[in-house]
């Protein structure tokens, strides 16, 4: 079974910047769809931004776009989330999940139903 490991997170100020790392390991699929979720305290957990393998098309909540940045490393089976001018409600713990063997879907790209495999968590908290 295809695990994911995530890593980064942290504390910091309004206005700071984090970075995210998701590794997968070992699978097969040339098509696949990954990206980051997260679930603030009493909160659903909600889609931040996703990522298509091999088209490299990308699909982000209104609430992160021109802040959050989505990438990826084929090669080493590992996406990305770029955090600029991060805010307290940006708190919350993030998960990468994926989505194998197909790309991104183009309608709710970020709804949660399509995606079977999950990261542990890492929490990111920003303080006013």
């Known amino acids: 079974q295809v695990q994911l490991v995530e890593s980064g997170g942290g504390s910091v100020q309004a206005g700071g910047s984090l970075r995210l790392s998701c590794s997968a390991s070992?699978?097969?699929?040339?098509?696949?769809?990954m990206g980051w979720f997260r679930q603030a305290p009493g909160k659903e957990r909600e889609g931040v931004t996703v990522?298509?393998?091999?088209?490299?098309?990308?699909y982000s909540a209104a609430s992160v776009k021109g802040r959050f940045t989505i990438s990826q490393d084929n090669a080493k089976k590992t996406i990305y989330l770029q955090m600029n001018s991060l805010k307290p409600e940006d708190t919350a713990v993030y998960y990468c999940?994926?989505?194998?063997?197909?790309?991104?879907?183009?309608?709710?790209?970020?709804?949660?139903?399509?995606?079977?495999?999950w990261g542990q968590g890492a929490q990111v908290t920003v303080s006013s």
């Open positions: 070992e699978y097969t699929w040339s098509s696949n769809c």
């Open positions: 990522i298509s393998t091999p088209t490299g098309n990308t």
């Open positions: 999940a994926a989505d194998f063997g197909r790309v991104c879907g183009t309608s709710a790209p970020l709804s949660r139903g399509r995606f079977r495999t």
